[in-house]
């Protein structure tokens, strides 16, 4: 489809209402069931919102914040706004009350759709804070005390009352006086390092980068049935999942939630999702842990078909160098036999994975290619719409994150910053004309990401210009990799390093509890809980030997000198997590600073009541445990 003949989004839903009236758009779960609307019910649905925002008062360029999870609820909201020519604002689910006031204030929205009555109570928690509320909006009916004036959509909708040909006409001749340039959203950064910044996007910013993004992948995007878990209030998930999928005339079906995707998966069969690392690696884990309960009969046959497969997939992709007939039936063999049982378990239909939001490690790239579930690396920001790159169908290179969009510029700067030019960027910052002045230098959009470029144009991301450490010695480190290289031991399940400004670099770790649990087993260790667990010797014995292995393929200043062990994984709840799955390095730095200082300050001593310590690996060689042949995963 070509996206760009057309002037906003809402019409190129308005004409595929009618184009696929009957086929499946989007897919929800209800009670255990997945329901589904087609395009021609979806639209109705639409437009019946509309009506409702116009009739209360709704003006076109007024602002609406949306304060939910991802939902059919959302997306009604999201293209009822549009057809009634507002402007949609996010604010992600997992905001707090204070976190959501901030955006409603600064946005000046009057009308605030909120999904659950738990969401409401945190509007109800800051009521006094958001004076210019007018309206509350719920996706669910619920009783009691309302301070505010609040419909429940199917009611502001009027669902009962068919549109009549005057509210039609009305509500698409809105549709049509929408033009390219008029602001689709307003998106509010995460904050993490700093008050949150209202990113305008058009509807050309979206609309351009949509269109250019399937161009570049090179795949066809006929019949796709799309599962979506990432945040709506994330542009990645919105561009790339939720509005290509309907604009290209596809099946979106929305994931109950972070933690259900896998099960999702299987039940949604889908054939593309978007996604974070994160995802991958919890695939991987997941997949070597299964290996790792098998009979060694069955690990070494496994082992044997990713030895083959790596094989495989760097000459038909990487070096393309010619597969000989006896590496082709190898590799068929093994496919058979081993990587599409391992599709079927999630769905038995994906063709392929557009991975984005950080670098995901090159050896869990390589083995998703390998098991038959290509991940198309891709980067962008917030800022660009999202995407400046993506890997495309015949072009692959495993720690890359492909190559620049058609009509994108890009350049590094001195220091290596990715500055980027190109119709994908944003129109400025809501209210701040001077952070929109910072992010531009001669025009240039200053990414803040560190990058290389090789000669045949592939981008490689290094890390954040802001999350470089320098070490006292004046060493520059880039910490993901080094993070990326211990999330791929199989007992560790997170890592994060710091060492800015200090004599060496210390890392804290989350475990894998499921194989140290089942370690704990094979070696007889005794605990009453997972704190006593992972603050063991024989434990930290454990994780000294791993890093001790990995330090082993670095330089001594990027090297581990000590460590400590958390028995809690990062969350989103617990704050450590960004609702995209990124870790926020500050939150965590201060909610374990006590741990962290100690290992500079006093060597870790004292720090077993909330986590476990171990000094430079191998100072004082132990006995080695049983690693299970030490196959990492």
């Known amino acids: 489809m070509d996206i760009l003949s057309y002037r906003s989004i809402p019409a ?137 004036p609040v419909f429940s959509q199917y009611q502001l909708s009027e669902v009962g009352t068919p549109l009549s040909p005057e509210d039609t006409r009305l509500i698409e001749g809105q549709i049509e006086a929408i033009t390219p340039d008029d602001i689709l959203t307003i998106i509010y950064t995460s904050g993490t390092t700093g008050v949150p910044k209202g990113v305008l996007l058009s509807q050309y910013n979206v609309m351009v980068n949509a269109q250019y993004g399937v161009k570049q992948l090179g795949l066809p995007q006929s019949e796709q049935t799309v599962l979506s878990f990432l945040p709506l209030s994330h542009i990645l998930e919105r561009t790339a999942g939720y509005y290509v999928t309907l604009l290209c005339g596809n099946h979106l079906a929305f994931a109950e939630n972070v933690t259900q995707v896998i099960e999702n998966m299987a039940e949604i069969r889908p054939t593309s999702m978007i996604s974070v690392p994160r995802l991958f690696e919890k695939i991987y884990s997941r997949i070597h842990e299964s290996v790792h309960q098998q009979p060694p009969s069955r690990r070494r046959v496994f082992f044997r078909a990713i030895e083959i497969g790596r094989e495989y997939v760097r000459r038909k992709y990487v070096s393309r160098e010619p597969i000989s007939r006896l590496l082709n039936l190898k590799y068929q063999f093994y496919d058979r036999i081993v990587f599409s049982r391992i599709r079927e378990r999630f769905g038995g239909r994906l063709r392929y994975f557009i991975c984005g939001g ?51 510029e890009v350049m590094l700067a001195d220091d290596g910053e990715l500055f980027v030019k ?97 370690l704990a087993r094979d070696e007889d260790i005794t605990y009453i809980d997972i704190q006593e667990l992972v603050s063991h010797n024989r434990i930290l014995e454990l994780y000294e030997e791993r890093i001790a292995r990995l330090n082993k393929t670095y330089p001594p200043y990027k090297t581990i000198k000590k460590f400590v062990l958390v028995a809690n994984d990062f969350s989103i709840e617990g704050g450590e997590l960004t609702p995209t799955l990124k870790m926020k390095r500050k939150v965590i730095y201060e909610k374990y600073k006590g741990l962290v200082d100690d290992l500079y300050q006093n060597n870790g001593n004292g720090c077993q009541p909330t986590g476990a310590r171990c000094g430079l690996p191998g100072e004082s060689p132990k006995k080695s445990l049983n690693t299970h042949n030490g196959e990492r995963s």
């Open 12 to 148: 190129v839903l308005r004409d595929n209402s009618r184009k696929y009236a009957k086929k499946t758009a989007i897919s929800y779960k209800r009670r255990g069931v997945f329901l589904s609307l087609t395009y021609e019910e979806f639209y109705e649905r639409v437009l019946m919102l509309a009506r409702g925002l116009r009739k209360n008062g709704l003006e076109p360029g007024d602002k609406v914040a949306i304060f939910s999870e991802n939902r059919l609820g959302w997306a009604i909201s999201d293209f009822g706004v549009q057809s009634a020519g507002g402007i949609t604002v996010p604010i992600y689910a997992t905001n707090t009350g204070k976190q959501a006031a901030y955006i409603i204030n600064h946005c000046g929205a009057k009308i605030v759709f909120c999904s659950t009555r738990g969401q409401y109570e945190k509007l109800f928690s800051v009521r006094e804070e958001i004076p210019g509320v007018e309206l509350v909006i719920s996706y669910e009916r619920f009783m009691g005390a309302r301070p505010f």
């Open 358 to 408: 950080a670098p995901l490690d090159k050896t869990i790239n390589e083995f998703m290619w390998i098991i038959g579930l290509p991940v198309y690396n891709g980067y962008g920001l917030t800022e660009t719409s999202p995407a400046i790159t993506l890997a495309s169908a015949g072009e692959v290179r495993f720690d890359s994150v492909g190559k620049v969009f058609r009509d994108t």
């Open 422 to 518: 190109g119709p994908q960027l944003m129109q400025g910052y809501y209210r701040d004309e001077e952070a929109t002045r910072e992010s531009f230098v001669d025009g240039w959009f200053k990414t803040g990401d560190i990058a290389r470029i090789d000669g045949e144009g592939f981008v490689y991301i290094i890390d954040r210009k802001k999350e470089l450490i320098v070490t006292a010695g004046g060493k520059n480190i880039a910490p993901q990799p080094i993070e990326n290289e211990l999330k791929l031991d199989k007992y560790i399940s997170q890592a994060i390093i710091f060492g800015d400004c200090k004599p060496y670099l210390v890392a804290l770790l989350t475990p894998n509890l499921e194989r140290l649990i089942d």
